[in-house]
């Protein structure tokens, strides 16, 4: 039996049962979905980065940063770090979704069905921090490789290159020069995310007086999409000063040449708290509101095509 098959099989009828397949099906979906959004939006994140990483020079936001990059380097230049983009999100995508299924569920299962829906909310950002953390020892490399691509359009040919690139010249430690501000970036703004649209989710199931499985498969999905957008503009806001971080750590020469933590600090003080918030601000919220609605319209329509039914919490006094 092949890989594709096994994934496709259906769920045993007489409903969903949470075992080994469920979670390989929820770990592929979110891979799936992590890899197309990150990589179709690997455009806004260029200029992104750029108006990080050197906000004089890309300060007319969003459209003329585009402007900026085509007139200067090439509409292509828009797609660099596609490569590293989708493979480390596929990556990151796989043990971030796949590992808040596991953990919510099985946490659900030890509180019992009513603890659970009391709780929900702890264990959803429970379930996100601890996902989120394992997933970002495999993304930091690849993202390591993204930032230096965007930073130094000359510095390699594609995903590969790059890491042979770094791997020559910085070690090992290079590719996790931006452990720590991207785990302080990611895990918040995870956190958010899965509890904002769990509970987001929640309220319009709510405001309908069904639940999923009394709508239709499009109804789900819509429902995902909204409560996507809202909790992908609540992540954006509170994670900027660490996004900003990363982007400049990764940048040769920032923040001088001493220990990480200290660059870390260097750089906080070059740029100063108000920047750190804000810089990117505008495309981040553009960019992850809409990153994260087709995140979760993705991952329940890979989901739903897979014949698996993902986990809610269920009020069982309702």
């Known amino acids: 039996m092949t890989t594709g ?26 891979g799936i979905c992590c890899s197309i959004t990150h990589g179709a939006l690997t455009p806004v994140d260029v200029v992104k980065t750029r108006v990080q990483l050197d906000p004089v020079k890309y300060n007319s936001g969003l459209i003329g940063g585009f402007r900026t990059i085509i007139k200067e380097e090439g509409a292509m230049a828009l797609s660099t770090g596609l490569g590293a983009t989708a493979a480390g999100y596929f990556i990151q995508g796989w043990f971030k979704f796949g590992g808040v299924e596991m953990i919510k569920i099985k946490t659900a299962q030890t509180l019992g069905e009513e603890k659970a829906w009391e709780n929900k909310t702890v264990i959803y950002l429970a379930a996100a921090a601890g996902a989120e953390f394992v997933a970002d020892l495999f993304l930091c490399p690849l993202e390591a490789v993204r930032i230096r691509s965007v930073s130094d359009p000359e510095f390699a040919d594609g995903l590969a290159d790059g890491f042979v690139k770094m791997a020559k010249t910085e070690g090992l430690l290079g590719f996790y020069a931006g452990l720590v501000p991207i785990l302080f970036k990611q895990i918040p703004y995870t956190m958010a995310k899965f509890a904002v649209q769990g509970n987001a989710a929640d309220a319009m199931y709510g405001a309908l007086g069904k639940s999923p499985k009394e709508v239709s498969s499009s109804t789900n999905v819509a429902i995902s999409l909204g409560s996507g957008v ?19 750590v ?28 804000t810089v990117g601000l505008l495309p981040r919220c553009v960019m992850i509101g809409t990153l994260t609605a087709g995140q979760f319209g993705i991952f329940d329509t890979v989901m739903s095509a897979l014949g698996a039914s993902k986990f809610h919490f269920h009020n069982p006094n309702a």
């Open 5 to 30: 098959s096994v994934l496709l099989a259906p769920s045993p009828s007489g409903g969903q049962v949470y075992d080994s397949m469920y979670y390989l099906k929820g770990a592929a979906a979110g």
């Open 250 to 277: 990764n940048k040769v020469g920032a923040g001088g040449d001493g220990p990480m933590m200290s660059r870390l600090i260097n750089i906080s003080k070059e740029l100063g708290f108000w920047k750190l918030c």
């Open 230 to 248: 809202i909790a992908g503009v609540a992540s954006a806001i509170i994670s900027p000063p660490a996004d900003t971080l990363l982007s400049k």
